[in-house]
């Protein structure tokens, strides 16, 4: 048996509706699950993964919350790890946006099926995901995969989104919110993934714990220094440059080859799509430190400050 959306009426469809509901600024439904915010679109997929995902030794997962620099880890991650595969010329970076090259675990391998076979995919096998850590726990804590989280500011994330998904309109049927009333939620904690503080300091208490296990990178660093950074995630990874590729300049190319500008204009991101839903050209929208200022006030710049004073404070978390 099936309801209106066609998901069958099983367990996970009773568990739903014991649920407290909300909607995204955007129209999208969400439900709140083990204290975070999830779109009822992914939700199923949410705890395929959290069922049957197991992670292995030798795997990367990317985590982030989204807009925090996801697509540009993944061309940094894949070009690292495979810098040996392929030439610089000819690395499928510059014929497939990177979201196919790494796929997500929740919006690709466990949407399309409950419980993918993802042995064959040779180590290291690199995956995304925008689950909180409670949430993919799990399946990753004891193998001694590797995790990078990713993160930002949230201000410049709540800009980037509200772009990134006004293009996509994905909530069709919906009349999306004024940016005020939209940005009141993001406050709350009320929106995809959120409260925004907890999904961060899910992973940055897990890198206190275990560095080596968990690297947490902000997108505005990388920005100030990505030659520093390719080196730190190819050490962390366990894929250190040697000193002769360094001298032949090698960094520096996969500086470029993933750099927004370079992605940003080639064929595949102008004008192909994932799975005729997102824009690739949707995931290069302008990659710049503090737009947000173009669009907020600084009433409301304050208002998020003192939220990430009162959950952060002390705790070493900073923008
Ligand atoms: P803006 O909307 O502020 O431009 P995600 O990849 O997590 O979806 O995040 C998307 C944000 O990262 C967008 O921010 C996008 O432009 C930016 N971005 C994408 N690729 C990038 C790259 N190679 N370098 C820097 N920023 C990039």
New binding site residues.
Partial sequence: EVDNNNTPKDEIHELLQTLEQQTNWDGRPLVKYDGFWLTVLSFRSILSTQKYFKAKDSDVILT?F???????LK?LTFSIVNRNVYTIDQNPLLTCNPHTLVPSLEHHLYSLQENPNLQHIPSPRIFSTHMPLSILHDSIRDPECKIIYICRSPL?VF??SR??WLENKIGKDAVPLELDEAFDRFCQGIHSSGPFWDHMLGYWNAHLKNPEKVLFLKYEDL?QDITFYIKKIAEFMGYPFTEEEEKQGLIDEIAKL???EN?KNLEVNKNGDIRGVLKNSS??????VG?WTNYLTPDMAERIKKIMESKFGGCGLIF
């Fill in positions: 982030s989204p807009k925090s620099g996801t697509t540009w061309a410049d800009i980037s772009h990134f920005k993933c750099s927004f992605l995931f290069f929208r302008k990659g710049k737009d």
